[in-house]
């Protein structure tokens, strides 16, 4: 049986946009999921969820450019 390898997230070396994924997960409550078990264990709605919020979120940010 092989083990997946864990990946380290390093919040230090994110794109504006992972950090913004992870941001919206820690404002729903998930972060400690997401860091424990991966973006997988999310359902999908979830995962929906986070989607929309990271949308308005770069929506907004464009508004007020």
Known sequence: MSQKKEKKINLNELTE????KY????ELGLLD????QGW???SSKETGRIGGMVNRKKREKKEEK
């Not at 941001?23 to 820690?26: G, H, K, L």
């Open 17 to 20: 946009e992972e950090l913004l």
């Open 23 to 26: 941001e919206v997960a820690e």
């Open 33 to 36: 999921r997401v860091l424990n």
């Open 40 to 42: 997988k264990s999310l």
